[in-house]
């Protein structure tokens, strides 16, 4: 997502709470054109909560209001950014945007999917009181630890207590009277969607429709293509360092390790809301990070194809479609539970909610004919039962165009 260039002036605006006061950083000046950069609203008694980033700044989120019909519908919407399994990942993230909100601006929601307040590129939410929430944890929204850099200084790791806190906040300010509210994220933030969906729907009257979509954030458990799990051994430094127990299923842990148990395959088998899985079969971060580590291909031959799966030969495609086969078989969860639904195509990119051309344009994946806008908003809304679509093996699809956003 855009993030505007421009000198930010921190304004004090009103209180939350008795002598506390919100922060918000905004552009200098009104821009005499539409749409405006979307304010970075800071939790600053968050910190008597312990809930902080990294470095210890107080976590923030982007608020945009909705109107009409839409003033009491909330769509609140998980960051991304991977994780930081070990001290010296997360020392470093503190010198950025992912580690601490010195580092934060105000954001642009147009041209961003799902958050995008045009009515033609996003119908079933334009005009829904719309919230992003910063990523600066390093694992998902879900950690509660304390550890110490090199240099001494303290590393937080209070995920679950920054998720806590905006949600607290975001209940005052209308959240808690919602009658229609969806959960969402991205990468790291579409495993959050999905550690914290039940959580979140525990805070609503049964009255309110409120629901999950986790965008690209199906991670396997698989082995990578030298036969190691060398994915599991950083997900196993997120689970030790950061103490995530707290929002993992009880009935996991009383028979599976941790670890496992964070896993979206585990996750799955216990969220009672309905749930929106949207993910890409071939998604390449997926590939690069899972399947095909650079530990695990050390003469390289792999570089190419990893770059673009339109350079992969037809061996390196045949492993590709046994990793989707993975993904498929570890979905058949959710083929048995009514209210979910789900999108994976077979195109070549990560994060699909969060941009227009993914989401809704003339170029988006379709499946059944439905662009993933389409999907989301007939699932949620009840338009027609039975919303799971599974694409079939690449290269089927015409509609995945080499135009889809990947990852760096």
């Given at each position: 997502m855009d993030v505007t260039a421009a000198v930010l002036v921190l304004?004090?605006?009103?209180?939350?709470?008795?002598?506390?006061?919100?922060?918000?950083?905004?552009?200098?000046?009104?821009?005499?054109?539409?749409?405006?950069?979307?304010?970075?609203?800071?939790?600053?008694?968050?910190?008597?909560?312990?809930?902080?980033?990294?470095?210890?700044?107080?976590?923030?989120?982007?608020?945009?209001?909705?109107?009409?019909s839409g003033s009491t519908s909330w769509l609140i919407h998980l960051e991304g950014g991977a994780w930081c399994s070990t001290v010296e990942r997360c020392?470093?993230?503190?010198?950025?945007?992912?580690?601490?909100?010195?580092?934060?601006?105000?954001?642009?929601?147009?041209?961003?999917?799902?958050?995008?307040?045009?009515?033609?590129?996003?119908?079933?939410?334009?005009?829904?009181?719309?919230?992003?929430?910063?990523?600066?944890?390093g694992v998902s929204f879900s950690g509660d630890a304390e550890g110490r850099a090199q240099d001494g200084s303290i590393?937080?790791?209070?995920?679950?207590?920054?998720?806590?806190?905006?949600?607290?906040?975001?209940?005052?300010?209308?959240?808690?009277?919602?009658?229609?509210?969806?959960?969402?994220?991205?990468?790291?933030?579409?495993?959050?969607?999905?550690?914290?969906?039940?959580?979140?729907?525990?805070?609503?009257?049964?009255?309110?429709?409120?629901?999950?979509?986790?965008?690209?954030?199906?991670f396997l458990n698989a082995k990578d293509i030298s036969g190691e799990t060398s994915f599991r051994a950083n997900f196993d430094g997120v689970v030790q360092l950061q103490n995530v127990r707290e929002v993992l299923y009880k009935d996991c842990l009383a028979n599976k390790d941790p670890t496992k148990c964070f896993y979206p395959a585990e996750l799955i088998k216990g969220i009672h809301t309905a749930v929106f899985i949207l993910n890409s079969a071939y998604d390449p971060s997926q590939i690069r990070n899972i399947l095909v580590p650079g530990s695990s291909d050390p003469d390289k031959s792999w570089l190419s194809?990893?770059?673009?799966?339109?350079?992969?030969?037809?061996?390196?495609?045949?492993?590709?479609?046994?990793?989707?086969?993975?993904?498929?078989?570890?979905?058949?969860?959710?083929?048995?539970?009514?209210?979910?639904?789900?999108?994976?195509?077979?195109?070549?990119?990560?994060?699909?909610?969060?941009?227009?051309?993914?989401?809704?344009?003339?170029?988006?994946?379709?499946?059944?004919?439905k662009t993933i806008a389409k999907a989301v908003g007939d699932w949620y809304f009840g338009r027609r039962q039975g919303v799971k679509y599974i694409d079939c093996e690449y290269p089927c699809n015409p509609t995945c165009s080499s135009l889809l956003p990947t990852p760096p």
């Open positions: 304004v004090l605006l009103s209180f939350s709470g008795p002598l506390c006061p919100r922060l918000v950083r905004a552009s200098p000046s009104p821009s005499p054109s539409p749409p405006e950069p979307v304010a970075l609203t800071l939790l600053a008694c968050a910190t008597e909560k312990g809930a902080v980033c990294l470095d210890g700044t107080p976590p923030g989120y982007h608020l945009q209001r909705g109107s009409g020392s470093d993230r503190r010198m950025t945007v992912l580690g601490s909100s010195n580092f934060m601006k105000p954001i642009q929601f147009a041209g961003s999917g799902i958050l995008d307040s045009d009515q033609h590129l996003n119908p079933d939410f334009y005009n829904w009181n719309k919230v992003y929430v910063r990523y600066c944890d590393l937080y790791f209070r995920g679950l207590r920054i998720y806590e806190a905006v949600i607290d906040e975001l209940m005052e300010k209308g959240l808690a009277k919602a009658t229609q509210a969806l959960l969402t994220g991205c990468s790291a933030g579409g495993l959050a969607t999905l550690l914290h969906c039940d959580d979140f729907s525990a805070r609503f009257p049964k009255e309110a429709s409120v629901k999950c979509l986790a965008d690209a954030g199906f194809c990893k770059d673009n799966i339109k350079n992969c030969n037809s061996t390196q495609i045949q492993i590709l479609h046994g990793f989707r086969n993975e993904m498929v078989n570890d979905l058949k969860v959710v083929q048995e539970k009514e209210d979910w639904g789900m999108f994976i195509d077979s195109c070549f990119t990560h994060c699909q909610a969060l941009y227009g051309i993914s989401w809704n344009s003339p170029i988006s994946p379709k499946l059944g004919n």
